[in-house]
């Protein structure tokens, strides 16, 4: 099947470009974005333009950020094309149901993707969990900014999601593995003086089965960066490491991979079947999660954040 990828910047390339290469489903047959381009790959600018010149072209990849991604995923899906959005499926819940009414009145496949439920050792782990009474649930997502979004001022503005822009990777793996829905309790926002959105946070859940659960986020990290799940059971502990590539059973590693690795092959297999089973996949529990959170949470300003050492200068 021929697909359009629309926002050719880092996941993109990082990833979308080379799952749709390596996978016999997909054929990468046009781009859109305003900059960036894909070497061999008819590209355009404009995604009007793109579906009236390619109705050959059924399926559209939407790696924009969350705030522009309603306006290009509705357009798409006017013209009677198939969509696939990067996580987070939109900038807020009421565009996201939106989207799902309107490729459902139009017999379209509309797939939420979250990437980290795709990781090597997510599936493992909501089946050991399955039969478990959970005591407590600690999630710690620690990274440098830095280091993983150089440059990316969209992330710091309303709608970007700052450090829960990877943190709601670690909540679409808690939403996966747990049997049961968690609710936000309480949250403390920690947010730039001169940013709109927090650069960590403290989040603690209700568990239905009266298990403790919390959360910690943090883009300051440096050094190791951290990104695990550690679920105590009445009948022994499991430890989700690298992102949900890791996986641990009372300190015995059952399985591990690369983060990252695989992830993306796999949310585009599942997006082939989708289109070609007609259906719909849209799981929006991560990002009420960190709608609950923003409601609730309790700002604290900190120090402004500085790119580099040249904008501190
Ligand atoms: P990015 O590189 O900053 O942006 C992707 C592309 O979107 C840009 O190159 C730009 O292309 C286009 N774009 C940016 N702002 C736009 C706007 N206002 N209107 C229209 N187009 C715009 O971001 P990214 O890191 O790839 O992230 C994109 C999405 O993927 C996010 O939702 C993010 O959460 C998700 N994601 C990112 C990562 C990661 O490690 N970076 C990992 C997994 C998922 P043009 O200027 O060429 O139009």
New binding site residues.
């Given amino acids: 099947m021929k697909i359009a990828l ?10 979308h470009v080379p799952a749709i290469s390596d996978s016999p489903d997909w054929e990468l047959a046009a781009t ?6 894909v070497d061999g790959v008819e590209a355009f ?1 404009d995604l009007g333009a793109m579906l009236e010149a390619r109705p050959d072209i059924r399926v559209v990849s939407l ?7 309603f306006a ?1 995923a509705m357009q798409a899906i006017a013209a009677g094309r198939h969509i696939m959005l ?3 499926p939109g900038a807020t819940l009421a565009e996201c149901h939106a989207l799902e009414r309107a490729a459902r009145a139009a017999g379209l496949t509309l797939y939420t993707t979250w ?1 980290s439920r795709a990781a090597e050792m997510v599936g493992a782990a909501k089946a050991w969990l399955e039969d478990k009474t959970l005591t407590s649930l600690t999630v710690t997502w620690k990274e440098d900014v830095r280091r ?2 150089p ?2 001022s ?2 710091w503005e309303p709608g970007g ?1 700052g450090v829960f ?2 943190g ?2 670690a909540l679409s793996i808690v939403t996966e593995i747990l049997a049961e829905d968690l609710h936000v309790t309480q949250a403390v926002l920690e947010v730039p003086e001169n940013c709109q959105t927090p650069i960590a946070a403290r989040v603690g859940f209700c568990h239905p089965g009266g298990a403790r659960a919390e959360a910690v986020f943090d883009w300051r990290q440096q050094g190791d960066q951290i990104w695990e799940i550690v679920a105590v059971t009445e009948s022994g502990s499991l430890r989700l490491a690298d992102g949900g590539a890791r996986l641990e059973i009372d300190g015995t590693v059952k399985g591990a991979a690369a983060a ?1 690795a695989g992830e993306y092959p796999r949310l585009y297999k599942r997006m082939a079947d989708l289109v070609r089973q007609g259906q719909c996949d849209v799981d929006l529990r991560p990002m009420t999660l960190v709608a609950d959170i923003f409601t609730l949470g309790r700002r604290e300003r900190v120090a402004p954040f500085v790119e580099s050492a040249t904008d501190a200068a």
Avoid at 6 to 15: F, L, M, N, Q, S
Avoid at 32 to 37: I, P
Avoid at 63 to 69: D, E, K, T
């Fill in positions: 629309v926002g050719i910047g880092k996941i993109a390339v990082d990833e859109v974005s305003r900059e960036g381009a600018t790696c924009l950020p969350p705030v522009p991604r290009y990067e996580k987070p990437h993983w979004h440059g990316q969209w992330l999601l822009d990877p709601i990777n990252l």
